[in-house]
């Protein structure tokens, strides 16, 4: 049965992580709101309710490992350490900033993160890494990746995917969020990657497909990669780039581009009456 009021809590959470998101990119005039907005109900499921973490000990050595292989769409992850107590919101006004330790891209300066990110398709080799390293230490964690759908492009993704069922490695659960969105284009586009969940299957993973943005969905997903033994799991979550703001949903000219004054102002107004009306 669903919780409702941690539904609601995980909810909101998302919610102040895309209003984090896009005052942060507005604030440097730079950044990356369309997929900080498409992802941001997959992180805060995961640091809400999913993940083992203590933002007091980041380094804690049984500490569940989070790594943003698409490291552009960091904002959204800034605000969700910020919102659980990694450092204090206040800190996220620095963004993009010298000497900040808030940069464009995912980096382990950051309290929280586990891989400087940057060049897309390394993510998934990452987690791996960390997986087995869990293994070989005996430990209890797992280790999370969340991809984009255009970096499924990468050679080296399908390389890594076909690597971890090899090592059967139930404790690595991927996640990729298919905004249909890369760059400043479709995906289908560019490269067309459907039928994607069973390219997946054929590589040896169990694959659950899932509204992106339905927390009791994720919720279900991640319980179910949990009880997975022998393989790991994959979640498609089927989203939308730009998710909660009128102008930016499903609009690629927002996937780099920075909101004026007057467009933030409507986005942050769009977020915010929404929350107060579910």
């Known amino acids: 049965m669903t919780d409702t009021k941690q539904v609601a809590k995980i909810e909101a959470l998302a919610t102040a992580v895309r ?101 897309l398709g390394q993510g998934l080799s990452f987690g791996i890494g960390t997986a087995l390293a869990a293994r070989l230490d005996g430990r209890p ?41 890369q760059n400043d284009r479709w995906t289908d586009e560019v490269m067309t990657l459907e039928p994607l969940a069973d390219k997946w299957r054929a590589f040896g993973w169990e694959v659950a497909e899932v509204n992106g943005h339905s927390v009791p969905e994720l919720l279900a997903a991640f319980d179910r990669a949990a009880g997975t033994k022998g393989r790991p799991t994959v979640i498609i979550a089927h989203t939308s780039k730009g998710k909660g703001v009128s102008f930016m949903e499903d609009n690629p000219a927002f996937h780099g581009m920075a909101p004026s004054p007057e467009q933030l102002k409507q986005a942050i107004t769009e977020l915010t009456s929404s929350r107060s009306h579910d």
Request: with cysteine; charged share 20%.
């Open 141 to 181: 964690t797992r280790t999370y990746v969340l991809l984009g759908d255009g970096e499924c492009d990468e050679g080296q993704v399908w390389e890594a995917a076909m690597s971890a069922p090899h090592h059967g490695l139930d404790n690595l659960v991927a996640i990729v969020d298919r905004n249909r969105i």
């Open 19 to 119: 209003v984090d998101s896009l005052n942060m990119v507005a604030a440097a005039n730079s950044g990356h709101p369309g997929g900080s907005l498409s992802e941001a109900d997959i992180l805060a499921v995961l640091y809400g309710a999913v993940m083992t973490h203590d933002p007091k000990n980041p380094a804690m050595p049984d500490r569940d490992r989070f790594v943003l292989s698409k490291a552009h769409a960091c904002p959204a992850l800034y605000g969700v350490l910020a919102e659980t107590g990694y450092f204090p919101v206040s800190e996220l006004s620095t963004f993009r900033q010298i000497d900040s330790r808030l940069q464009g891209h995912a980096h382990i300066k950051t309290p929280g993160v586990e891989m400087s990110g940057g060049s």
